[in-house]
């Protein structure tokens, strides 16, 4: 039988161990989605744990969980999830009992067994004898009934809640916290029969009030709107841009360098400049004094000492 989970590989000898080691003790070994199940007889779980642990090095208890099945004759299933850290393998353990009849604890051989025995107890009613305290885990103090069980009711007349005038929990009738609204449970896409707020307003766009917003139009249909309207006035069309690929758009190469060359109307012509050549500003300069200047001496002040 495949199945989405991880592929565990199989231990070796183990049907025949555990035929072995149980013997009438074991009542069915079943391999199935890659996972072994066992059913053993419910007065022997405290012993046939023990035996799992110290011979077939089941180490570790993972889980106990309850099952109902109420056409059943014992309604109740207590599975065990066991796992052996050095063999790298799980086993899963089964034990049936009904309302009355109590399931030996397995406290003396895991200790963690004490908690996970009392949420069996708690959402099933399973009876667990020799459990040193065996109360409800997972519900409320004053609890009617264990919520896991398939003919427990889905719908309370009480509920649970703290009072701030109380100061305490107090349980109450089961009363709405909100009215039931009458709601309209058709799209508003495909249109409501009455005006919703704020589709007054709708008359603008030639729209059925309630109707909701137009449907978006194609370009299309813009375009043959608007020859309808009277033909509205269309935008040129964007310029052509100028490129220059060639020297001739660009009024560069020879020709253009040898009408540069040519004398301006006033005579003038270009000269290149003569290294020779001095600027006033640098005869001016060539002429000054080059001793350094003394410094000026600060005038007396008139009317006054110095």
């Known amino acids: 039988m495949a199945h989405p989970a991880p592929l565990v590989a199989r231990r070796d000898g183990l049907g025949e161990a555990l035929a072995n080691l149980l013997g009438d003790d074991l009542v069915v070994h079943v391999h199935a989605a890659d996972e072994d199940s066992i059913t053993v007889r419910r007065e022997a779980i405290a012993s046939v744990m023990v035996q799992l642990r110290d011979q077939l090095d089941y180490q570790q208890l993972m889980e106990i969980a309850g ?3 109420p056409d059943r004759a014992e309604r109740f299933e207590v599975v065990y999830h066991l796992l052996s850290v050095t063999k790298n393998h799980r086993l899963r353990i089964r034990v049936s009992t009904d309302e009355a009849t109590p399931v030996p604890s397995i406290v003396p051989v895991w200790p963690v067994a ?10 099933y009613g399973v009876l667990f004898s020799g459990n040193p305290d065996l109360r409800r885990i997972l519900t ?4 009617q009934g264990h919520p896991q069980r398939k003919d427990f009711p889905l719908t ?3 509920e649970l809640r703290y009072s701030e ?6 349980y ?5 916290a909100q009215d039931f609204r009458n709601f309209d449970f058709m799209s508003p896409w495909e249109g409501a029969d009455y005006v919703l707020p704020g ?3 709708a008359g603008g766009t030639h729209e059925a009030p309630g109707k909701g917003a137009p449907t978006p139009m194609t370009a299309k249909e813009v375009d043959k709107a608007d020859e309808k309207a009277g033909g509205l006035a269309k935008a ?3 310029p052509t841009p100028k490129t220059t690929e060639s020297p001739a758009q660009t009024g560069a190469g020879a020709k253009a360098d040898k009408a540069a060359a040519k004398p301006s109307k006033d005579g003038a012509k270009a000269k290149p400049a003569s290294r020779s050549a001095k600027t006033p500003a640098t005869k001016k300069a060539e002429k000054a004094d080059t001793k350094p200047r003394a410094p000026r001496k600060p005038k007396a002040p008139k009317g006054g000492d110095a």
């Open 67 to 69: 099952v109902d099945y």
């Open 114 to 123: 004490g908690w996970l025995e009392r949420e069996v107890f708690d959402m």
């Open 140 to 143: 409320d103090y004053g609890f």
């Open 156 to 158: 309370g007349y009480t």
């Open 165 to 170: 005038e109380d100061k305490r929990v107090v």
């Open 172 to 176: 109450e009738p089961v009363r709405l």
């Open 199 to 201: 589709d007054e307003k």
């Open 236 to 238: 040129p069309p964007p």
